[in-house]
């Protein structure tokens, strides 16, 4: 009966000895790694593909250790854990981008379990080095090429219908509209029109659309014999706006009229240049206002001294801090793109309006990604379907990110 006891109390020592040992060992090491440099890039990522047996379930790491210029200091540059899937597959890929340079490159892995026990190191061979390159197309971008394509495409596209006399709509805009009404007011009242092309020179986008309008402006001004006033605060806008009113008046038929003294130079400071304004708002009384250009704090105070004399006004910006200030004090206002949209509008050149309508086809692209996403992402998180997860997931980290 002793003799049983001890037999059996031996056998469960050796067992707890046993299952310690195996308990401790450390985690068994990759089976193999190459290093290759990362395919359609910039030259500054290598891919370390890891080769590991089955792991039992148990949790590792691996440490990826990288020597460059001094052969034999190796330096951990990433610590990754396997996926489920890299798991199932039997192997992972891990992208080495820290501090890569023009230079050769040796690898090696070892697997860390949970607590902390390390293998033995797996490397690259000695005499096999990998050197990151920079390749002449970045394969990262390539959904920005794909959205660039489509846009430019389309835009060539809209050109050459309008070219061919195919009609394109474009919807009215208001404030546009309003220009014969606001100049025939003007006429009626035998009062004159005031134009202001904001505060900002030439090289500003939203002064070159202004003097498109003041285009439209001063050929209706011609034909309805309607005094037409612009001062401007800078004296290369002076001499923009006349050389557009002069060329109105001449499409107008009307040369004769054109008076160069009513488009003149105020001063570069800005609330001089809006007190000139005011004042002579108030003075004079002008029947019509045009605010079209780039306007800061001043945008306001026009617009209300406008208000207050019972002027129609126009008014047209891309600042979105001054929009609200317009909207509120003036008849017609030209919200952002509407503003810039104006050339083709009026002028109804086919290379403009196939522009206009190919732009718009890239704003309804960028609109169908944004549902398409937002549709992804909601019925995903339902149904928690992986198809659908890593979809959304591919939408949003590499169309959206390489388009940006």
């Known amino acids: 009966m002793r003799r049983s006891l001890l037999s059996l109390l031996s056998a469960v020592a050796l067992l707890l000895v046993l299952s310690e040992a195996s308990y401790a060992a450390p985690p068994a090491p990759p089976t193999a790694i190459t290093a290759s440099d990362h395919p359609l890039d910039d030259g500054e990522v290598i891919d370390v593909r890891i080769d590991f047996p089955q792991q039992n379930n148990v949790t590792v790491e691996y440490d990826v250790q990288r020597c460059g210029e001094y052969r034999g200091i190796y330096k951990t540059v990433e ?9 199932q597959r039997g192997y992972m890929t891990v992208l080495i981008g820290k501090s890569i340079r023009d230079a050769d490159y040796w690898f090696r892995v070892n697997a860390v379990n949970a607590n902390g026990e390390k293998s033995a190191f797996i490397g690259t061979p000695a005499d096999g080095p990998v ?54 007011r003007a ?44 001062p401007t605060s800078k004296s290369l806008v002076m001499t923009a706006a006349r050389e557009t009113v002069a060329n109105a008046f001449l499409a107008a038929g009307r040369p004769d009229a054109y008076r160069e003294d009513l488009i003149y130079y105020v001063t570069d400071e800005q609330f001089a240049y809006v007190s000139f304004l005011t004042g002579k708002m108030v003075r004079e009384k ?24 019972g002027a129609i006004q126009i008014a047209g910006t891309a600042q979105p801090a001054q929009l609200p200030f317009f909207v509120a004090a003036c008849d017609y206002t030209l919200i952002g793109e509407e503003f810039f949209a104006a050339s083709a509008y009026l002028s109804s050149d086919p290379d403009q309006l196939g522009s206009l309508k190919g732009q ?6 960028v609109a169908a990604l944004i549902v398409i996403g937002v549709g992804l992402v909601t019925v995903g998180g339902i149904t928690q379907n992986e198809t659908i997860l890593a979809a959304a997931d591919y939408l949003k980290n590499v169309i959206l990110t390489s388009s940006g």
Request: aromatic residues 8%; contains cysteine.
């Open 187 to 230: 006429t009626e009242m035998g009062r004159s029109c005031l134009f202001v092309p904001g505060i900002q020179d030439m090289n500003e986008m939203q002064t070159i659309a202004g003097l498109t309008i003041l285009s439209r402006v001063a050929q209706r001004a011609a034909e309805y014999d309607c005094e037409l006033e612009t």
């Open 79 to 87: 610590t990754a854990k396997p996926t489920e899937k890299d798991i």
């Open 360 to 365: 718009d086809f890239g704003k309804l692209l």
């Open 131 to 184: 050197r990151a390159t920079r390749q002449i197309f970045d394969g990262s971008r390539i959904w920005l090429l794909v959205v660039t394509l489509l846009i430019c495409g389309a835009i060539v596209a809209f050109i050459l219908m309008a070219r061919w006399g195919m009609p394109l709509k474009v919807r009215q805009i208001a404030g546009l509209e309003a220009i014969e009404e606001a100049v025939g």
């Open 286 to 309: 002008p029947a019509a206002c045009f605010y079209l250009g780039s306007f800061y704090a001043e945008s306001l105070i026009l617009a209300e001294t406008g208000n207050a004399i």
